[in-house]
């Protein structure tokens, strides 16, 4: 078979004098650029804590690759750190998918292996991957090692949130709050808990893009190398074999990683991201879909924030590997991955190590998957709930609305000592969605204010059209759709208005009348534009609701 790499250097034109003399100037002879070409899609970055440790990842993976008879070639591309980008990350996905497309395809590359660890990287570079369609494997870097203060496990930032209401409600020093912020984060790697990363990485191995295990080994582990060795080795083999993203992102491959994602009890950030990779094959992954997957998945991995126990349990309990064993009953098993097998043969030899993290399917932690999908009058186009992760009291409740128009108007109003706000009241937050704030940032956890804090209230019905960090929890009703800054009913909701959630029904009802609605939405205009020019002008005219994955319009393959 012809390599995609000979296109550039074994042509007699000028063109091909140059792609040699270019590549020979770098030192390389003529023996390394005839070989299979594996670019090293490289997300390391001194401003990506999560991902500070990959260039020692890509040191093996090119071991590997060096080994199998191929030659590694590592290139940059963006990096996006959770903490760190403003105004959030979500808004430079798409743009580091992009990124990620058009380098793997500009380049003479004939297989590529995808370096990622915090949240959108994953994505981003699953989407770039499965546009540009040439064989790909992932290797994400890994959880943190588990954080300890005074005795106790803290994971990030589940333990963060925890404690930060805590100081909120008075419980918690100053001191102990910087001991904490000492103590939590011991090593290179993402989150430690079931957050967005480790979901992501969750997911990827579930679709079949990485190597069994890959998703929980600790970001220090030396098997995480070992692992990083051996995906070198194993794209040399994907690319004598043809094995291309549109080969393994298949309908049954996305099944199964929804069906993963509701036994983990992974994050509500996953019903964005695996519509926008399925986008990019034309697939269309309906909300629907994940809530009946959900209906029919047993919850069983016991960690963080839906569970008790951290990433480096989970990787000791046996893994996803172990989680896919337990679950073959309900899997499309013959789904083919980047190993060249099924993934009935990839996790034949799983077992659970400890059955109180992973639990068997017939003694589950909960009967049905994390994440259910809401329908009703508040959101047309659905709406997403973390069922595991919120106060079961709080599954069937009705209440008051207490709406907050924007994030600024929350972060002025929400601490005011005189908010008219009780425990059973539902906050609304409006314009926090992909347009609306812009980039749907993880604000919509609001917080619980904190005079009901300090009275002991610790989880309230909260409503709004942006996403939640992977590893919060709460009562907390996301992405709803469509947003309030396209005029969704999310937008007409006035304080006072009776609103009823109704989780095991599937239902969020506003109980406002509909000519009430219609006089409201006639008296409604859209805010002002965000951006005028440059990227933020693109993404705001381009991006898609939360349904079809916030991809950009033009992106997705019809
Ligand atoms: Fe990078 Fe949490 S901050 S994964």
Not at 14 to 43: D, L, M, N
Not at 88 to 105: H, K, Q, S, V
Not at 320 to 345: N, Q
Request: glycine content about 8%; some cysteine; aromatic content about 6%.
């Amino acid at each position: 078979m012809r390599r995609r790499s000979q296109d550039w250097f074994d042509r007699d034109d000028v063109s091909g004098f140059v792609h040699r003399a270019w590549t020979k100037a770098s030192g390389y002879t003529e023996t390394s650029y005839r070989r299979p070409i594996v670019g090293i899609c490289q997300t390391w970055s001194e401003l990506n804590h999560c991902n500070r440790h990959l260039r020692e990842v890509a040191e093996a993976v090119k071991r590997g690759v060096l080994e199998a008879g191929g030659l590694p070639m590592e290139f940059p591309v963006i990096s996006l750190s959770e903490p760190l980008v403003k105004p959030t990350t979500m808004l430079f996905r798409n743009l580091m998918a992009m990124d990620a497309e058009e380098m793997i395809r500009a380049y003479p590359l004939d297989g590529v292996v995808l370096l990622s660890g915090c949240d959108k990287t994953t994505p981003a570079l699953l989407m770039g991957a499965a546009s540009a369609d040439i064989p790909a494997i992932m290797v994400t870097g890994g959880p943190m090692l588990t954080g300890h203060w005074q005795g106790q496990q803290l994971g990030a930032c589940t333990d963060c949130r925890r404690y930060e209401q805590e100081l909120r409600a008075g419980n918690l020093t100053r001191e102990q709050w910087v001991e904490i912020e000492d103590s939590i984060c011991r090593s290179a790697g993402h989150c430690m808990v079931m957050g967005t990363a480790s979901t992501m990485a969750s997911m990827a191995e579930a679709l079949g893009m990485t190597l069994p295990g890959n998703a929980a080994i600790p970001a220090p582990d030396s098997r995480r190398l070992r692992l990083a060795e051996e995906s070198g080795r194993q794209i040399v083999a994907a690319i004598d074999a043809d094995l291309r993203p549109s080969r393994i992102l298949t309908p049954e491959a996305f099944d199964n990683a929804i069906r993963v994602l509701m036994a983990i009890g992974g994050s509500t950030n996953a019903v964005i991201h695996l519509p926008a990779i399925a986008g990019r094959l034309g697939l269309e992954l309906p909300l629907d879909r994940f809530d009946r997957i959900s209906r029919e998945t047993p919850f069983l991995a016991n960690v963080k924030p839906s569970g008790e126990y951290h990433m480096e349990d989970f990787f000791y309990a046996g893994g996803i590997p172990a989680v896919m064993k337990e679950l073959l009953p309900l899997l499309h098993r013959e789904a083919l991955t980047i190993t060249g097998r099924s993934v009935a043969e990839n996790v034949a030899a799983a077992q659970i190590v400890n059955r109180d993290v992973i639990r068997p399917l017939d003694d589950p932690l909960y009967p049905e998957g994390g994440i259910v999908v809401l329908r009703g009058n508040l959101c047309p186009d659905g709406a997403v709930f973390k069922q595991t992760a919120a106060s079961p009291e709080l599954l069937r409740h009705r209440g008051r609305a207490v709406v907050f128009r924007s994030l600024r108007d929350l972060d002025e109003r929400i601490d005011d000592p005189n908010l008219d706000v009780r425990p059973d009241d539902v906050l609304v937050l409006q314009g926090c969605g992909p347009i609306g704030a812009p980039g749907m940032p993880e604000k919509g956890n609001l917080p619980i204010p904190q005079k009901l804090l300090q009275q002991g209230v610790r989880d309230m019905v909260r409503i709004s059209d942006g996403r939640m960090s992977g590893t919060a929890f709460g009562a907390v009703v996301l992405h709803v759709a469509p947003e309030a800054a396209v005029g969704g009913p999310l937008a007409l909701v006035r304080d006072g208005d009776m609103i009823t959630l109704d989780v095991p029904a599937r239902r969020l009802t506003l109980e406002v009348s509909d000519a009430e609605l219609a006089r409201r939405r006639a008296e409604w205009s859209p805010p002002p534009a965000h951006y005028e020019r440059g990227y933020g002008w693109l993404y705001l005219n381009h991006v898609n609701q939360a349904p079809l994955g916030c991809d950009f319009d033009f992106l997705r393959r019809a």
